[in-house]
Nanobody, 127 residues
Framework: EVQLVESGGGLVQAGGSLRLSCAAS????????IGWFRQAPGKEREGVAY????????GYEDSVKGRFTVSSDNAKNTVYLQMNSLKPEDTAVYYC????????????????????WGKGTLVTVSS
C-alpha cells in the first residue's frame, strides 16, 4: 500500500520560511511524479510545485515561483518543499500526491490525475 506522509507545517510570520517533507513508502514504481498541492479555507485545491522521479525536473506555479523549491532525496524516499518569503496568502493545508508515469512536461496541476495522496499538513502564515 502506497503511503504519503507530510510533515513540517506550522505557524510562521510573513517573510519566514518552512520546509515541508513528504515521506513515501509502499511503492514499487520506477517512474512517477510528486506534486505539492494546497487548499485554503473556502478555496479549491491548487497545484504548487512538482518533481519527476525519473528526470528530476521540477515545475512551479506562478504564485510560488522564486519562493518555493521542490527537491527529492531518493535514498530517503522523501520529497521536500522549501518555502521562503512566505505570505499570508500561502496559508493552507499542504498535500503531497503521487502519480505514476514518466513526464517531461512538469507542470502537472490536474489533481484528478494523482493516484495517491497524503493527509496534509497545515501551514499558517501570520501578517
Amino acid at each position: 500500500e502506497v503511503q504519503l506522509v507530510e510533515s513540517g507545517g506550522g505557524l510562521v510570520q510573513a517573510g519566514g520560511s518552512l520546509r515541508l517533507s513528504c515521506a513515501a513508502s509502499g511503492y514499487t514504481f520506477d517512474d512517477y511524479a510528486i506534486g505539492w498541492f494546497r487548499q485554503a479555507p473556502g478555496k479549491e485545491r491548487e497545484g504548487v510545485a512538482y518533481i519527476s522521479s525519473s528526470t528530476s525536473r521540477t515545475g512551479y506555479e506562478d504564485s510560488v515561483k522564486g519562493r518555493f523549491t521542490v527537491s527529492s532525496d531518493n535514498a530517503k524516499n522523501t520529497v521536500y518543499l522549501q518555502m521562503n518569503s512566505l505570505k499570508p496568502e500561502d496559508t493552507a493545508v499542504y498535500y503531497c500526491a503521487l502519480r505514476t508515469g514518466w513526464y517531461w512536461s512538469i507542470i502537472l496541476a490536474d489533481a484528478g490525475e494523482y493516484e495517491y495522496w497524503g493527509k496534509g499538513t497545515l501551514v499558517t502564515v501570520s501578517s
